[in-house]
């Protein structure tokens, strides 16, 4: 999330650099500037509502000629208030039965709401949000259209929902071509001949645009598009089904089998990131990496899997907006960037410096959501994109790797007659979250979608089910979910459900959805529609991530102004740094044994109805143990929260760690803290995650927010002798600017960089851990019940270690010592019952957990100091 905070100037610049951009004319000329607001809300076609208006007769005007509809007042009834609950307090008016048959035709034109004012000055006057009435009056039909293009028999029929255009044409590969306009959906289509297969092709849209206030004719590609141009410039009619697209093996792919939400360990990998410098590989920076069986990338991919990794989580791997998609045309860095000193700021100037006209982006700024981006294929101009991401999919699936997509619905890389703008130069005002005064909502960063609206949901629907039949994806992460309806994200789930090997070629049941629940902007607290958040998606078996866990594991929160307030797994009380933020040694004691709290929810699945004894005694449910004035448990069921201690989003967990141990803490300690913090998302009930390259102690040099900080700062590096990328420079000053003086004496210290020992260390004791949690059957328990029988903190209490957590589960003990110190838990009714290290640990690659013992005598438990320990009966 922390990349909302500066990709909006990027994405401005980046727009400016492509010369080759879809047009726009003016279609006619300007009438006069109308008002700036559209504060006037058409929810249906009975019914406005307008803010700051009075309780008196008012019109809706439309056209030049002066024609109106006419409004008199009412009041919302319980249905639309119901619908548009945060309009539920603002003046209501009903259009006249007699004027509303004029609905369809004033919508296709300028549109404003106006009253006389009460003292006989100049009238009021507001533009109009029309989204409502235009769901009312189409959404029925246009739900049911088949949208972009369509083949049959060889033939395309290319439709697109534009309902509010004066007219519609088909610019295909430099010629016009009419299309015809269907009332009842508002769906403009045409038929073509098998010869258009292939080709080019834009929609001419002529539409009133209010944001700037004349009719103009737009040259726009198919938000359906299935196939693309270079840059975006033109949609291709493209065939997914086509037997020409399908590489080889392609359908007879065997995937691995399928492993439930609640099972599933998760690898988040940004597909630059993973090769773009592996020597190893014969397709850096592409699809076609993941083909590369003996690139060292692969390699360790295929490692992971065989210890329990079950997916590979892409971050955006669909078309973007912010990348140069010819590799001719992105920039690189003209510095020797090796050479420069750990702690410079040269580094990052050098890389800021072409960074919007460089390959890199995270990739959340979407242009067409259903299309491959470009910039990942050998050729982007054409279908090469396509075949080469199959073939991806049957790499991972090959390594014994299931995929999931990370999409991004919430917003769109721009609005309005930006040229990068798709949705909101067919239907202006309609595919996008305005704010009461007609504004573009952009609370996630950019231009807020609104899924709310029949047609932008369908849209999300719609591509998923393209992404799961066409390109065998298995599962899907949703970018900021919290901003989608619940209803929204339960109609992909139902539609994915519907998709059988038999039909469809995909077990659709068997695909895995997650995502970001956030609760913020202006849909917060379900201030527009129920939202998709952690709390409303508990019981659905759509899980969202888990930031209690997070922070308790880490310290601190994603935005302290000082990075070195410590956590359960950085130090807090029991290895203390020198910074102020950590309080006391009461106090930071007392934090860290509510944060130990946290932690015991997150390994019991984060369940509200967990009960357990928390760090002082009392008997609680997860839901009352306190996360920053909210439940800390709000799981129905083991799956509905994700578990990770790092993700791309902030500091890599390595970096910090780095800021958070005591600056004295050797290597080897710091790889064995960075386990400590792995083992609490590994060992948890319920889906986990991690970022690719946590194992391996990867580092971003301290950047907290790399989404545009190119393959210098973010690349993984597969060979230790590479070393984990710390010590690269200073972080990009955009967003890390006021950490440099806390950064600049940890870059400058060689003793922060690990070497290969710690490196291979860390890998090893983290796949024993992944291994021991896919043979024990009990770290996936299926149900609430199964979690509170079987999982238990004896020693939970005030007299409990500060810096350790001993878990019991079904037959296992599991220790996390997070302390500097060997530490002896006794558990009296273990006592006389026969204990052992578990025997992957026993076998494994780390000799210090092979120092855990167990005495029968007493049930006592002693653990080296920064080990996880697991203890099996015999």
């Known amino acids: 999330m922390n990349r909302i905070l500066r990709r909006t100037v990027a994405v401005m610049a980046m727009v400016l650099s492509v010369a080759a951009l879809p047009a726009v004319a003016p279609a006619s000329a300007a009438p006069p500037p109308g008002p700036a607001k559209a504060e006037a809300q058409w929810i249906n076609r009975a019914t406005v509502v307008w803010k700051g208006a009075r309780h008196a007769d008012a019109q809706l005007e439309f056209g030049d000629q002066g024609r109106r509809l006419r409004l008199t007042p009412t009041a919302l009834a319980p249905a639309e208030k119901a619908a548009f609950p945060h309009l539920k307090d603002f003046p209501a008016f009903t259009v006249d039965p007699r004027d509303r048959a004029l609905t369809a035709t004033a919508l296709r034109d300028r549109l404003l709401a106006t009253q ?11 533009g109009v949000q029309i989204p409502g009435v235009l769901d009312d009056l189409y959404g029925k039909a246009a739900a ?23 007219t519609v044409s088909l610019d295909l590969d430099g010629r016009t071509v009419p299309m015809r306009r269907d009332d009842a959906s508002g769906v403009w289509s045409v038929r073509g001949e098998r010869s258009w297969t292939g080709k080019p092709y834009r929609y001419a849209v002529t ?18 598009s299935t196939a693309l141009t270079a840059d975006s410039t033109r949609s291709l009619a493209v065939d997914l089904a086509g037997p020409r697209l399908a590489p080889k093996g392609w359908n007879r792919l065997r995937k691995p089998t399928a492993v439930p939400l609640r099972n599933a360990r998760i690898q988040e990998l940004h597909l630059r990131d993973f090769s773009a410098q592996d020597r190893t590989s014969r397709h850096p920076g592409g699809y076609l990496a993941f083909t590369d069986r003996r690139s060292d990338g692969m390699r360790h991919l295929r490692a992971l899997a065989r210890a329990g990794t079950s997916y590979v989580h892409l971050l955006p791997v669909f078309d973007i907006g912010t990348v140069p998609e010819r590799r001719a045309d992105q920039a690189v860095p003209d510095c020797d960037l090796a050479a420069l000193p750990a702690d410079s700021e040269q580094q990052q100037e050098c890389v800021t410096k072409t960074a919007v006209k460089d390959a890199y982006n995270w990739g959340y700024d979407p242009l067409h959501h259903t299309v491959p981006e470009g910039s990942y294929a050998s050729d982007p101009d054409g279908t090469a994109r396509t075949v ?15 995929t999931v997509m990370d999409v991004v619905y919430n917003h769109t890389v721009a609005a309005g007659q930006d040229p990068r703008s798709v949705l909101d130069r067919i239907v202006p005002g309609y595919y996008h979250r305005l ?18 609206h029949t047609m932008m949901g369908k849209l999300v629907v719609d591509s998923v089910v393209t992404w799961a039949r066409h390109y065998k994806i298995d599962g899907f992460r949703f970018d900021l979910m919290g901003h989608h309806p619940k209803a929204n994200i339960l109609a992909v789930r139902a539609a994915l459900d519907a998709l059988t090997l038999k039909k469809d070629g995909v077990d659709g049941k068997a695909i895995v959805l997650y995502g970001e629940g956030w609760n913020f902007g202006e849909a917060a607290d379900d201030a ?40 359960f797994a950085s130090g807090l009380y029991t290895d203390p740094n020198s910074s102020p933020a950590n309080g006391n040694p009461a106090e930071q004691r007392s934090r860290l044994l509510h944060q130990q709290d946290l932690i015991k929810v997150g390994l019991a699945g984060n369940l509200a109805g967990y009960t357990f004894t928390d760090s002082l005694g009392r008997r609680v449910k997860g839901a009352q143990v306190d996360y920053n004035g909210a439940p800390a448990g709000y799981a129905a069921a083991p799956g509905d929260a994700l578990a990770y201690a790092d993700a791309h989003d902030n500091e890599t967990l ?30 948890a009930q319920g889906p986990a995650l991690s970022q690719a390259g946590t194992d391996l102690l990867r580092s971003k040099s301290l950047d907290r ?11 993984i590096h597969w060979n230790c002798a590479d070393g984990n990328g710390f010590g690269r420079g200073l972080p990009p000053a955009a967003d890390n600017k006021d950490k440099w003086p806390y950064a600049r004496p940890l870059l400058a210290d060689p003793a922060l960089r690990p070497g290969c020992a710690e490196i291979r260390a860390t890998t090893a004791a983290y796949q024993d851990l992944l291994r021991i949690r896919a043979d024990e059957p009990d770290f996936g328990l299926a149900t609430a019940d199964r979690v509170q029988d079987r999982l238990s903190f004896p020693l939970s209490g005030p007299e409990e270690t500060p810096g350790v957590i001993t878990m019991r589960l079904g037959k296992l003990v599991v220790v996390f010592n997070a302390s500097p110190r060997q530490q002896s838990q006794r558990i009296p009714a273990s006592a006389g019952t026969r204990y052992a290290l578990h025997r992957v640990q026993a076998r494994g690659a780390d000799p210090v957990v092979k120092r855990s013992t167990y005495d029968r005598t007493s049930g006592t438990f002693t653990v080296p100091a920064r080990t996880v320990a697991v203890f099996t009966t015999r």
């Open 207 to 224: 539409v009133w645009a209010p944001t700037v206030a004349r009719t103009v004719t737009n040259l726009v590609t198919d938000p359906y």
């Open 116 to 126: 006389r004012s009460a003292d006989g000055g100049p009238p009021a006057a507001t």
């Open 144 to 166: 049911r259209a088949r949208l972009g293009p369509v083949f049959r028999h060889g033939r395309p029929t290319l439709s697109v929902w534009a309902p509010t255009a004066r």
């Open 528 to 567: 527009r529609f129920v939202q998709a958040t952690q709390k409303n998606m508990a019981g659905t078996g759509i899980a969202t991530f888990n930031d209690r866990l997070r922070d308790a594991v880490r310290g601190g929160g994603p935005f302290d102004a000082d990075p070195r307030v410590q956590g």
């Open 705 to 715: 927010n790399s989404y545009d900080s190119g393959d210098w700062f973010n690349a």
């Open 654 to 683: 390595y970096d910090a760690l780095a800021y958070k141990l005591p600056q004295h803490t050797a290597p080897a300690d710091r790889a064995r803290m960075q386990v400590i913090a792995l083992a609490t998302a590994a060992l």
């Open 435 to 452: 704010l009461d005064d007609g504004s573009v909502a952009t609370s996630t960063c950019c231009a807020n979608t609104a899924p709310e």
């Open 388 to 402: 080469e991401f199959r073939r991806m999919v049957q790499g991972l699936n090959g390594a014994g790797l299931r």
